[in-house]
Every structure is written in structure tokens, then in C-alpha cells.
């Protein structure tokens, strides 16, 4: 209470101009506590792992957006230029609104409007809490090969051969992985990255919801299936147990990555060996029944071509082998 009326009378004592300052900087930290709250956040990255190029260890990020960034001073050593950017972090040089390392006359000639909208430093909030400016990772090939190519035209002044030689060596160094993949495995992206390319496979393989019952799979499998394994052949629908196994082990086992886990999981077997439904069931029409249906013609054809149930499974083995969790990622 004594504060608040303390706080009153201070008040009465300010002049009007003193207030009107005061009001400035309440709604300028308004409005600057609210541009930092719409930052994007750097979710994956840390100064402990930075990306590693020749002799420079970049700082570099995956941001909420899935966007990957280099830090400024980290992009700025790759390229053997000074830690901090002309005129402070973030700034440009005034010159066309482009950085200080594509700012001289002699570049511009070969800057293309794709390049000239990668340099606007991107504002991003750090893990920590603090803020930095970085590049898109995309920027810094492109920037070297902008260089190399001046360099072939003799376009360079000899203050900026320096920076040409950089980027040649780094040009060379992500010859044979790209910069984007480089950032994915220095911040750890690469397997999250990789689970939501699994993801994406599978929603468009298995449905959400279960469908009716068809026949999916043609009489000619089992037959063959009875013929391999020396059992005579009834034409009945009721089969033994162990048929079952041989069709998780031979066909959804391989039909493609993380399938047979998500079937088990949406389709789980009651510990007696009985399920509410079959996995074909589960399979969408656009992408899991094709699958399918492709995968059986080619088993039934390895099936017709053997007499012998070991050589059968060794040659489908090295044809068709089983597929993991992952997705492999190009």
C-alpha cells in the first residue's frame, strides 16, 4: 500500500515530458517483448556441436519452421571473413541491401535474385533463451560458388582472393554431402527428420480407419505355400496356425519400413494368436493395396520357381529382405 501511494505521488511530480518518455519506453518494450515472442525457436542445435568445415566451427540450428541456419559469425569464418557484420549482428552494409561479403562492385554482375533473398539475416531465439542472426545453411554454397565463378571471369579484387580460395576448399568439402545434411547430423535433426519421413509413409499406407473384409490374397499363394512345405492341399480356408507366421515373415515383414510395428500396433494379436481383423484390412486403397498386390505376384512367382522350401527362402531373402523401422533418406 505504501509503495503504491509512493509510487502516486512520483507520478504527480513528473513533468509532461517526463511522462510522455516514460509512456515511449513502456510501449517500445511492449512492443519489443512481443516481436521476440513471434522469433522463430531454435529447437534443435547447441554451441557444444557445431558443424565442423575445414578450420571453422560453424554454430548452426533447426528452427520451429524446419528451417536450418548458420549463425552469422559462423558463416562469416567459413568464409575467412571477420566474426561480426558491418555496422553490428544482423545489420547489412546499406549497399543494395546486400552483406558486406557480396557488396563489391565486382560480385554484383552475378548476384541472382534467389541469392539476394537468402542474405536477409534470419532473428532466431537460441535455446538458451537468448537471441542470434543467422543465414539459411542454403546461402553458404551458393555464395561460394558465386566466387569460384568470379574468380573464372577475373572478376576479383585481390583483397577478396582470399575469400575465393575459402570457398573453393569448402565447395570441395561439400562436394559429396549437401550443407542441409551436414546441419541435420551436426544438430541431431537427421533423426527426427527421419522419423516424420516414416511417419508420412505410413499414413499413406495404412488407413485410420478399419475397412471390410476382401480377399487380398489368391488362392495360387497358399497353394503354392502348401506345395513347399510338403502339405496336401485341401482348398479349405481353415489353415494352421504357423500359415500366419509365414505370412508376417513373407510378406508384411517386407512390404516397407515401420509397416509390420504399426499393423501390430493398431491390429494387436489377443496372445492366443487371434485378431479382430486381418492386416490387409488396415492397408489404404491408393497406396497399401497396390503394395500388396505387387508384393504377392512377385512372391507367388518365386514360389512357382522353386521345388525346395530352403532354396525358396534363401533367394526371396536376398531379393526381398526385410525392412527395418527407418526410412532411408536421400
Not at 565486382?106 to 548476384?111: D, G, T
Request: charged share 30%; aromatic share 8%.
Amino acid at each position: 500500500m505504501g509503495r503504491a501511494k509512493g509510487g502516486v505521488e512520483r507520478a504527480k511530480k513528473l513533468s509532461g515530458e517526463q511522462r510522455r518518455t516514460i509512456a515511449s519506453k513502456a510501449a517500445k518494450a511492449r512492443w519489443e517483448a512481443k516481436q521476440d515472442a513471434d522469433l522463430p525457436v531454435a529447437e534443435y542445435g547447441s554451441p557444444e556441436k557445431p558443424l565442423r568445415l575445414l578450420d571453422a566451427e560453424i554454430p548452426c540450428y533447426v528452427l520451429s519452421d524446419g528451417t536450418r541456419v548458420l549463425t552469422q559469425q559462423g558463416f562469416l569464418m567459413a568464409l575467412g571473413r571477420s566474426r561480426s557484420a558491418k555496422g553490428g549482428t544482423g545489420a547489412s552494409t546499406g549497399v543494395d541491401n546486400l552483406p558486406a561479403f557480396l557488396s563489391a562492385n565486382s560480385l554484383k554482375p552475378l548476384i541472382s535474385q534467389e541469392i539476394i533473398a537468402s542474405t536477409r539475416p534470419i532473428e532466431f531465439r537460441l535455446p538458451t533463451g537468448g537471441k542470434a542472426f543467422g543465414y539459411m545453411a542454403e546461402l553458404l554454397p551458393k555464395v561460394c560458388n558465386l566466387y569460384l565463378k568470379a574468380r573464372d571471369q577475373k572478376l576479383l579484387l585481390p583483397s577478396q582472393i582470399r575469400t575465393a580460395e575459402k570457398a573453393d576448399m569448402l565447395v570441395r568439402g561439400l562436394a559429396e554431402t549437401g550443407i542441409v545434411a551436414l546441419v541435420d547430423e551436426a544438430t541431431g535433426y537427421q533423426e527426427v527428420r527421419a522419423r516424420d519421413a516414416l511417419q508420412a509413409f505410413l499414413e499413406k499406407f495404412l488407413r485410420a480407419e478399419l475397412a471390410a473384409w476382401v480377399q487380398r490374397f489368391p488362392d495360387d499363394f497358399f497353394r503354392e505355400l502348401y506345395r513347399l512345405k510338403r502339405w496336401p492341399w485341401t482348398g479349405s480356408s481353415r489353415r494352421p496356425g504357423v500359415v500366419g507366421r509365414y505370412i508376417k515373415d513373407l510378406v508384411y515383414e517386407r512390404l516397407g519400413p515401420g509397416v509390420i510395428a504399426e499393423l501390430e500396433s493398431k491390429n494387436p494379436s489377443d496372445g492366443k494368436g487371434r485378431r479382430k481383423a486381418k492386416h490387409h484390412q488396415w492397408l489404404t486403397d491408393e497406396v497399401g493395396h497396390p503394395a500388396l498386390a505387387q508384393h504377392l505376384y512377385a512372391l507367388i512367382g518365386f514360389m512357382r520357381a522353386e521345388d525346395n522350401w530352403d532354396e525358396f527362402k534363401s533367394r526371396f531373402n536376398r531379393a526381398y529382405p526385410k525392412r527395418g523401422d527407418t526410412l532411408p533418406l536421400i
